[in-house]
Antibody
Framework: QVQLQESGPGLVQPSETLSLTCAVS????????WSWIRQPPGKGLEWIGH???????NYNPSLKSRVTMSADSSKNQFSLKVSSLTAADTAVYYC???????????WGQGTMVTV | QSVLTQPPSVSGAPGQRVTISCTGD?????????VNWYQQLPGKAPKLLIY???DRPSGVPDRFSGSKSGTSASLAINGLQAEDEADYYC????????????FGTGTKVTVL
């Protein structure tokens, strides 16, 4: 049973760069596409992007200039960086697995980030 | 700005049937991209409910069903139960956004 766990700073200053990590257990990071999604307080879901461990990426065009995703296969985890933060980036950030059906079939519990 | 539109809220009494619409256009649902549905219970992470328009992952009750017609998709909940009170989101891809994933605006289901 694959499980995901996000970790991050909780509070970040405006204009700084956010770094989040998603640890994968019960499966290999090299076997799937991995996604990040965020949800501002009281609002809907926003897809940030997804990537494959080999380097193939697809980012939301509205965030593309500020987002970087990467993987650390030695630790079986992947990361998200969002630069030039503003208050509008305040949200719960989720990591998720894109399954073979291309749906987001496994989600982490989410981590709240306040800018 | 979501490209998939859902009603903000729907409600029903226990045992009733409710449906949630997800309206897109020819760059997403109408372009034959899959539509998936997620259930988000209060304070929890979203959970995959329906994938590829109408398929249910293992463990999802068969009172949840999905369908698609043209540039819209729908989620139906038959025999509404108290534990179904949650937010529901549709999701597809959009070829005008480099095949990015897009979520619907979300619908709050209230069990009366």
């Amino acid at each position: 049973q694959v499980q995901l766990q996000e970790s991050g700073p909780g509070l970040v200053q405006p204009s700084e760069t956010l770094s989040l990590t998603c640890a994968v257990s019960g499966g290999s990071i090299s076997s799937s596409y991995w996604s990040w999604i965020r949800q501002p307080p009281g609002k809907g879901l926003e897809w940030i992007g997804h990537f494959y461990y080999s380097g193939s990426v697809n980012y939301n065009p509205s965030l593309k200039s500020r987002v970087t995703m990467s993987a650390d296969s030695s630790k079986n985890q992947f990361s998200l960086k969002v630069s030039s933060l503003t208050a509008a980036d305040t949200a719960v950030y989720y990591c998720a697995r894109r399954g073979t059906t291309r749906a987001l079939d496994i989600w982490g519990q989410g981590t709240m980030v306040t800018v | 700005q979501s490209v998939l539109t859902q009603p903000p809220s729907v409600s029903g009494a226990p045992g009733q049937r409710v449906t949630i619409s997800c309206t897109g256009d020819n760059s997403n649902i109408g372009a034959y991209y899959d539509v998936n549905w997620y259930q988000q219970l209060p304070g929890k992470a979203p959970k995959l409910l329906i994938y590829a328009y109408s398929d249910r992952p293992s463990g999802v009750p068969d009172r949840f069903s999905g369908s698609k017609s043209g540039t819209s998709a729908s989620l139906a909940i038959n025999g509404l139960q108290a534990e179904d009170e949650a937010d529901y989101y549709c999701q597809s891809s959009d070829n005008s956004l480099s095949s990015s994933y897009v979520f619907g605006t979300g619908t709050k289901v209230t069990v009366l």
